[in-house]
DNA sequence: AATGTTATCAACCGCAAATAG
DNA sequence: GCTATTTGCGGTTGATAACAT
C-alpha cells in the first residue's frame, strides 16, 4: 500500500510565491491559526500543498524572523553548533532566534563551508583538513556525551582559528575590520553563553526538543490570537540575547503594511 | 553589449518520526 | 500493537542575480 501523496498532485500550483497567494496565507493563519496542514491550503482558497504552505510559512512569512545576512556571532555560534550537532540544521536553528533551517543551512553551504575550507579546516569534522584523521588530540573529537560537549567550546579551536585566519589571509581588510569591531562585543556576547553552565546544560539536554514545542502552537493555535501571549510563548525558544523579541510585534505589523492592513482584519 | 560562469536562496522532494484511530 | 496519516527534517534542485570575460 502506497503512500499517499502529501497533496494532490493535479492543480497544486508549485514555484515561487506571489503576494497575492502570502496574503491569504498569513491572513489565514491569524484568523485560524494552522490546525492542519494538509487541509490549510484548500481552506485559505490556495492552490497550494500544505507542505508548501508550512514551508512558506516557517521560512518566510513567520513574523519573527529576521532579515538579512548572519552576523558575525550568529555565524560563529553556528559553527560551533555545527560540530556538537552536525547537520541538525533544525536544532541549531532553535538556538538562534528569528533564524530558520534553511536559511543556515544555505548559509552554511555558501558561506561558512568555504569559509572553513579555506582555512584549512573540514567543515564536516571541524578538524584541520590535513590532520583529520591523525587525531592529534582526541579530546576535541566530536563527543555525542552531553557531560563531553559541556566544557567543549572553551577548548574548541574553530573560534581561535577563525579569528586568527581571517585576520591573516580573509579576502577582504574591511571585512577584517569590520568583523574585528562588531567581535568585541559579539565575543563577549558568546563567551557570556558559554560560561553559563546553565545554559549550556540546557542547550545540550535532549530536554531542549521539548521546550521546542512548536512556536505557532503557542501563538498560533486554534482560536488563539497572534500577541495574546508574549511572542515566544517562553523563554525556552529564544537563547536569552534576542532584542528582537521586543520587536516582533513591530515588525511583524510593519510588514502587514506592505500588504495593506486592514487585510488582515486588525 | 552579449555571453558565459558562479553564487545565492527559495522551494521541492523523499524519508523518517510522531501521532491518531 | 498495527496501520494510516500528518508533520518535520535534511538533501537537493532550479531560477535568477551578480560577476567575469
Given at each position: 500500500?502506497?503512500?499517499?501523496?502529501?497533496?494532490?498532485?493535479?492543480?497544486?500550483?508549485?514555484?515561487?510565491?506571489?503576494?497575492?497567494?502570502?496574503?491569504?496565507?498569513?491572513?489565514f493563519?491569524?484568523?485560524?491559526?494552522?490546525?492542519?496542514?494538509?487541509?490549510?491550503?484548500?481552506?485559505?482558497?490556495?492552490?497550494?500543498?500544505?507542505?508548501?504552505?508550512?514551508?512558506?510559512?516557517?521560512?518566510?512569512?513567520?513574523?519573527?524572523?529576521?532579515?538579512?545576512?548572519?552576523?558575525?556571532?550568529?555565524?560563529?555560534?553556528?559553527?560551533?553548533?555545527?560540530?556538537?550537532?552536525?547537520?541538525?540544521?533544525?536544532?541549531?536553528?532553535?538556538?538562534?532566534?528569528?533564524?530558520?533551517?534553511?536559511?543556515?543551512?544555505?548559509?552554511?553551504?555558501?558561506?561558512?563551508?568555504?569559509?572553513?575550507?579555506?582555512?584549512?579546516?573540514?567543515p564536516?569534522?571541524?578538524?584541520?583538513?590535513?590532520?583529520?584523521?591523525?587525531?592529534?588530540?582526541?579530546?576535541?573529537?566530536?563527543?555525542?556525551?552531553?557531560?563531553?560537549?559541556?566544557?567543549?567550546?572553551k577548548?574548541?579551536?574553530?573560534?581561535?582559528?577563525?579569528?586568527?585566519?581571517?585576520?591573516?589571509?580573509?579576502?577582504?581588510?574591511?571585512?577584517?575590520t569590520?568583523?574585528?569591531?562588531?567581535?568585541?562585543?559579539?565575543?563577549?556576547?558568546?563567551?557570556?553563553?558559554?560560561?553559563?553552565?546553565?545554559?549550556?546544560?540546557?542547550?545540550?539536554?535532549?530536554?531542549?526538543?521539548?521546550?521546542?514545542?512548536?512556536?505557532?502552537?503557542?501563538?498560533?493555535?486554534?482560536?488563539?490570537?497572534?500577541?495574546?501571549?508574549n511572542?515566544?510563548?517562553?523563554?525556552?525558544?529564544?537563547?536569552?540575547?534576542?532584542?528582537?523579541?521586543?520587536?516582533?510585534?513591530?515588525?511583524?505589523?510593519?510588514?502587514c503594511?506592505?500588504?495593506?492592513?486592514?487585510?488582515?482584519?486588525?
Amino acid at each position: 500500500m502506497g503512500r499517499q501523496p502529501c497533496c494532490d498532485k493535479l492543480g497544486v500550483k508549485k514555484g515561487p510565491w506571489t503576494a497575492e497567494e502570502d496574503k491569504k496565507l498569513i491572513n489565514f493563519i491569524l484568523t485560524n491559526g494552522h490546525c492542519c496542514w494538509r487541509a490549510l491550503p484548500k481552506l485559505a482558497g490556495l492552490r497550494r500543498c500544505g507542505k508548501s504552505c508550512r514551508l512558506r510559512w516557517t521560512n518566510y512569512l513567520r513574523p519573527d524572523l529576521k532579515r538579512g545576512l548572519l552576523s558575525h556571532d550568529e555565524e560563529q555560534l553556528v559553527i560551533d553548533l555545527h560540530a556538537h550537532l552536525g547537520n541538525k540544521w533544525s536544532k541549531i536553528a532553535s538556538r538562534l532566534p528569528g533564524r530558520t533551517d534553511n536559511e543556515i543551512k544555505n548559509h552554511w553551504n555558501t558561506h561558512i563551508k568555504k569559509k572553513l575550507l579555506k582555512m584549512g579546516i573540514d567543515p564536516m569534522t571541524h578538524q584541520p583538513l590535513n590532520q583529520e584523521h591523525s587525531n592529534i588530540d582526541n579530546s576535541k573529537t566530536i563527543s555525542s556525551n552531553p557531560e563531553d560537549i559541556k566544557m567543549e567550546p572553551k577548548t574548541t579551536n574553530t573560534k581561535d582559528v577563525e579569528i586568527s585566519a581571517t585576520t591573516a589571509e580573509d579576502e577582504s581588510s574591511s571585512t577584517v575590520t569590520d568583523q574585528n569591531n562588531s567581535m568585541d562585543s559579539e565575543n563577549h556576547l558568546i563567551d557570556n553563553i558559554y560560561n553559563d553552565d546553565e545554559l549550556f546544560s540546557y542547550l545540550w539536554s535532549d530536554e531542549t526538543t521539548k521546550a521546542e514545542a512548536s512556536w505557532s502552537d503557542s501563538n498560533f493555535g486554534v482560536g488563539g490570537t497572534l500577541f495574546d501571549n508574549n511572542i515566544t510563548g517562553g523563554d525556552a525558544d529564544y537563547p536569552i540575547w534576542s532584542p528582537e523579541r521586543i520587536n516582533d510585534e513591530k515588525m511583524f505589523l510593519d510588514y502587514c503594511q506592505d500588504f495593506g492592513v486592514h487585510d488582515f482584519g486588525f
